[in-house]
């Protein structure tokens, strides 16, 4: 399985971007937990967002909830976040990743993920 990240980039605060993450070689995994982690210079990364494959719940760190959108297009194998009103404790680099057990009440838990991509920029001036 591999993942490519990619829309991150420089925007001021109030902006918007658009992160995207294709995944490929995933035909083994029936039901994975799609998710956005995110890590800031000299923090730990966290949880950002997650979405269930096969039926899109979704969830959602307080700190983005009513902010950023995660989204799936199965036909592109390809998982969206959108994010909107950024502020400068956005900026981070995010990675994408994939939890094949897809289970729901873990997918705050960055060890539950098997595979990564390899993180895009998302810089927030103020």
């Known amino acids: 399985v591999q993942l490519q990240a990619s829309g991150g980039g420089l925007v001021q605060a109030g902006g918007s971007l658009r992160l995207s993450c294709s995944v490929s070689?995933?035909?083994?995994?029936?039901?994975?937990?799609m998710a956005w982690f995110r890590q800031a210079p000299g923090k730990e990364r966290e949880f950002v967002a997650a979405?269930?494959?096969?039926?899109?719940?979704?969830g959602y760190a307080n700190s983005v909830k009513g902010r950023f959108t995660i989204s799936k297009e199965n036909t592109k194998a390809t998982t969206f976040l959108q994010m909107n009103s950024l502020k400068p404790d956005d900026t981070a680099i995010y990675y994408c990743?994939?939890?094949?057990?897809?289970?729901?009440?873990?997918?705050?838990?960055?060890?539950?993920?098997?595979?990564w991509g390899q993180g895009t920029l998302v810089t927030v001036s103020s």
């Open positions: 979405v269930r494959w096969s039926t899109g719940v979704t």
């Open positions: 990743a994939a939890n094949p057990r897809g289970i729901m009440s873990t997918m705050r838990v960055a060890n539950e993920y098997d595979y």
């Open positions: 070689g995933r035909s083994f995994i029936e039901n994975p937990i």
